[in-house]
């Protein structure tokens, strides 16, 4: 990306259960974590944005079943 564009993967730790093949991160999915999570993530991108002057070319989301 060449125009000073990110990729960002964005991992979601909240999931139905746990896969027992699974070593990444993740709670149980409950409504107030996952809006409070959500705002986070909003908020923390839309600094980087700001600070950085770059933007995300690519979004790649992975996590949560």
Do not use: Q
Request: proline letters at 6%; glycine letters at 14%; one cysteine or more.
């Amino acid at each position: 990306m060449s125009d000073g564009a990110v990729g960002l993967y964005l991992h979601v730790p909240f999931c139905a259960g746990k896969c027992p093949y699974c070593d990444f991160y993740s709670l149980p999915g409950t409504g107030p974590a996952m809006d409070r999570y959500t705002a986070c993530l909003v908020d923390r991108i839309r600094r980087a944005a700001e600070r950085t002057g770059r933007r995300a070319a690519t979004l790649y989301v992975g996590g949560g079943t």
